[in-house]
């Protein structure tokens, strides 16, 4: 079945760093790629998406590249900022033919920066 | 306009008592997603709703479980005999259809506790 696996947490840098978190996917089909992030005592809130292979997403200075290649959606900042503290969830959806485009998601990254 | 909203916000039950959690998705959505989020299990899909109908109930953990919607809106998720291992934070997402590129949109979640 459809999976993801994004790396392990807690990821503490300091403000300005230069920030990657990996995400692989295994589906079948051809998924739509989502990063999900969570603030403290927030909701759940979409962060970017791609829906095809090569697509890149992006929003508040965050980018992830559709790399179906290497089946990768990897999340990237150049400068983090306090305010980023939050937990990052990466996301596929895959339909086909009579199944629901439920979301499947990772295990979340928790990001801590630091002044 | 107004998000999704959930209800109660916290449900604390007794082991053995049955619950029902409630979403009110964002008009005009027509898909609606419940998911449940615990320490264990991480994000995991429970169901999905097109309209009042449940293509997939995949996700949900035993026969306790139930879902309705009614007049493609306000959708009742019910855990019955509730167990100590159904404590978790459940959540409710909508979105305009169920197209797999399409966002979903998060409630706050309603949190669950079984003593």
């Known amino acids: 079945g459809d999976s993801v696996t994004q790396m392990e947490g807690p990821v503490t840098l300091s403000e300005e760093a230069f920030l990657t978190i990996n995400c692989t996917y295994t589906?079948?089909?051809?998924?739509?790629l989502f990063w999900y992030v969570q603030y403290p005592g927030e909701g759940l809130q979409l962060l970017l998406k791609a829906t095809k292979a090569d697509d890149k997403g992006s929003n508040k200075g965050f980018e992830a590249t559709y790399r179906k290649e290497t089946t990768s959606f990897h999340l990237e900042k150049g400068s983090v900022q306090v305010s980023d503290s939050a937990v990052y969830f990466c996301?596929?959806?895959?339909?086909?033919?009579?199944?629901?485009?439920?979301?499947?998601f990772g295990t979340g990254t928790r990001l801590q920066v630091t002044l | 306009g107004a998000g999704v909203s959930q209800s109660p916000s916290n449900k604390v039950t007794e082991k053995g008592k049955d619950v029902e959690l409630r979403c009110d998705p964002i008009s005009g959505h027509t898909a609606l997603y419940w998911y449940r989020q615990s320490l264990g299990q991480g994000l995991e899909f429970l169901i999905y709703?097109?309209?009042?109908?449940?293509?997939?109930k995949s996700g949900l953990p035993s026969d306790r479980f139930s879902a309705e919607r009614t007049g493609g809106s306000v959708s009742t998720l019910t855990i019955q005999r509730t167990q100590q291992e159904d404590s978790a934070v459940y959540l409710c997402?909508?979105?305009?259809?169920?197209?797999?590129?399409?966002?979903?949109?998060f409630g706050p979640g309603t949190r669950l506790t079984v003593l």
């Open positions: 589906a079948t089909g051809y998924p739509s």
């Open positions: 709703f097109q309209g009042n109908s449940a293509p997939d």
């Open positions: 997402a909508s979105s305009w259809d169920p197209q797999p590129y399409n966002e979903q949109f």
């Open positions: 996301a596929l959806s895959a339909s086909q033919t009579g199944t629901a485009s439920k979301l499947t």
